[in-house]
């Protein structure tokens, strides 16, 4: 009989070096860009949402669907005006672009068409985020995924990207 355990893992080295030479971002550098994309939102949308009064219905439970949605619709317009240009042609936010990362395909290290990033990487967690309960425990298991050694968020995931150093 042979001495070899067949439940035994695989021992080959399954990992694969990138041919692109493409750097993986640091968490410190997603985290920074995030802040810094965050940052800017709220400078944006909360003076307005406190000049309309939304702020304060929003905050007394009184606001209506149809004003939540108005709102996350001008918020995703918003993104897209401050953001699109840089993410269509380089791969990169505002705060991407200020600590040196870019998001590409983690197929082929290119960056992604606008639309595909916008509807495959921030659409989907935009809406799952709004789920009472569901959402602020998406939004915790999507960052903490930030901690694998692939270093890719469950959007990353979703989208098929990467965040890479930008070179």
Not at 6 to 14: E, K, T
Not at 59 to 76: D, F, Q, R, T, Y
Not at 97 to 102: D, I, L, Q, S
């Amino acid at each position: 009989m042979a001495d070899t355990d067949p439940y035994a893992p695989p021992s080959a080295d399954i990992e694969v070096d990138d041919p692109t030479g493409l750097d993986l971002a640091s968490r410190g550098a997603r985290l920074g860009g995030a802040l810094i994309d965050g940052f800017l939102a709220l400078i944006l949308m909360m003076p307005l949402m406190y000049l309309t009064g939304y702020w304060d219905r929003a905050v007394a439970g009184e606001e209506s669907n149809i004003e939540m949605v108005a709102w996350i619709s001008l918020g995703a317009f918003s993104y897209l005006l401050f953001h699109g240009y840089l993410l269509a042609k380089y791969g990169q936010t505002i705060g991407k672009r200020v600590v040196g990362t870019r998001i590409v395909s983690v197929h082929d290290s290119k960056i992604l068409p606008l639309w595909k990033v916008f509807a495959a990487r921030y659409l989907p967690v935009t809406l799952i985020s709004m789920v009472p309960f569901v959402g602020g425990l998406f939004g915790l298991v999507n960052a903490l995924f930030i901690f694998r050694r692939d270093k890719r968020c469950v959007h990353d995931h979703i989208a098929g990207t990467r965040v890479v150093v930008a070179r």
